[in-house]
């Protein structure tokens, strides 16, 4: 059984930083495309970062550029987000997902086919 688990989230400062994780069990984790997805209220799901199925092609939202970063670590099976100068905007729940084997990065909600629970993310003034 495929199963991604986020952890990580929580309350933090403007300006402050926080690291989220996402542990993959039920798949070969370095054939999928991975992804970091957001969800504020009101708001559609959006693409916030994501490899490719080899992790050698990235994409990140531009809101995001300079402040969060994604990585993986195979022999771990978790993907990661660093996210770094926190902003209020950046409240949100937040998803990984994962698909198998695209060569292009994919961005869409409906390209995924494995999604997490989310993990809520505050950013207070």
């Known amino acids: 059984q495929v199963q991604l688990v986020e952890s990580g989230g929580g309350l933090v400062q403007v300006g402050g930083s926080l690291t989220l994780s996402c542990a993959a069990s039920g798949l070969t984790f370095s054939s999928y495309a991975m992804g970091w997805f957001r969800q504020a209220p009101g708001k559609e799901r959006e693409c916030v970062a994501a490899?490719?199925?080899?992790?050698?092609?990235?994409y990140y939202t531009d809101s995001v550029k300079g402040r969060f970063t994604i990585s993986r670590d195979n022999a771990k099976n978790t993907l990661y987000l660093q996210m770094n100068s926190l902003k209020p905007e950046d409240t949100a729940v937040y998803y990984c997902?994962?698909?198998?084997?695209?060569?292009?990065?994919?961005?869409?909600?409906?390209?995924?086919?494995?999604w997490g629970q989310g993990t809520q993310v505050t950013v207070s003034s």
């Open positions: 997902a994962a698909v198998y084997g695209r060569l292009a990065v994919p961005k869409r909600e409906y390209e995924y086919k494995y």
């Open positions: 490899f490719n199925w080899s992790g050698a092609s990235t």
